[in-house]
């Protein structure tokens, strides 16, 4: 395996470019699997040391403090107003998964991690439910992937 392309693959495409080289150089669907649930895993305990550290040192100014206020509240007002993301709010450990999952720019398991330590989820329920959304991710992207790498390789 040419292990040297899995971080810039992961840099530029994130969980999905980690896939695509996988299969393209060959792996197995299982170890595919496995070397981008153990990247995604890796990033959790940094994310969250990084997380923990500036929450407790950071102080912020009061004209942050009122900025976060009234961006919170936008986003509160605009929660409100559609019933995906409503029904998502509510459902706290889902909107973590369903971050987790998908295969977009600023989506993933850094975006997931600062969503469960938003939410107060202890250290092993987010570091699960994260897991379980790039899972569910990994798993619809190699189905996504699966058939074209295979007929390029043409086997």
Known sequence: MKFGLLIPAYLAL?????????????????ATLVITLLIDLAQIPVIGLLLETSHKTLRLNQYLLTRLARLRDK????LEQSKFWSALARNRGLAVMTVSSLPLR?????????????LGFSRVHGTVLVMSGSLIGALVTLAVLKEPMRMLHGF
């Open 75 to 78: 986003w509160s007002r605009r």
């Open 106 to 118: 600023g989506c993933g398991v850094i975006s997931a991690t600062i969503l469960s330590f938003s």
């Open 14 to 30: 994130g969980r999905t470019g980690v896939i695509a080289v996988c299969l393209l150089v060959g792996q197995g669907l299982l």
